[in-house]
């Protein structure tokens, strides 16, 4: 069984920065696609980034050029730097797996984590 674990989320000021990371288990990693997903109450889950088994990277608009995902395939790790946070970034952040091609859809992801909450004060 694969099991994805957050971590590094937080409270920060607008305009600071957090590195979330993502410890994966129980699968072959370099298979995967690997994709962080955010949630705020009474929202879908939304799409952030992802990263392909080639290390291909994908970003919702709103926070290109400033979020940054990355892999380790040694240490099966996958992250997520956040630079320029901004209030509207507060929510729950989820790391995700799914084998293939990436995608943006959530319900296309096979593996979750548990979340881990980032929280922006202005």
């Known amino acids: 069984q694969v099991q994805l674990v957050e971590s590094g989320g937080g409270l920060v000021q607008a305009g600071d920065s957090l590195r979330l990371s993502c410890a994966v288990s129980?699968?072959?990693?370099?298979?995967?696609?690997m994709g962080w997903f955010r949630q705020t109450p009474g929202k879908e889950r939304e799409f952030v980034a992802a990263?392909?088994?080639?290390?291909?990277?994908y970003y919702v608009d709103s926070v290109k050029d400033r979020f940054t995902i990355s892999r380790d395939n040694t240490k099966n790790m996958v992250y997520l730097q956040l630079n320029s946070l901004k209030p509207e970034d507060t929510a729950i952040y989820y790391c995700?797996?799914?084998?293939?091609?990436?995608?943006?859809?959530?319900?296309?992801?096979?593996?979750w984590g548990q979340g881990t909450q980032v929280t922006v004060s202005s």
């Open positions: 995700a797996a799914k084998l293939r091609a990436y995608s943006t859809y959530a319900s296309l992801y096979d593996y």
């Open positions: 129980g699968g072959t990693f370099v298979l995967y696609t």
């Open positions: 990263i392909s088994r080639s290390s291909g990277t």
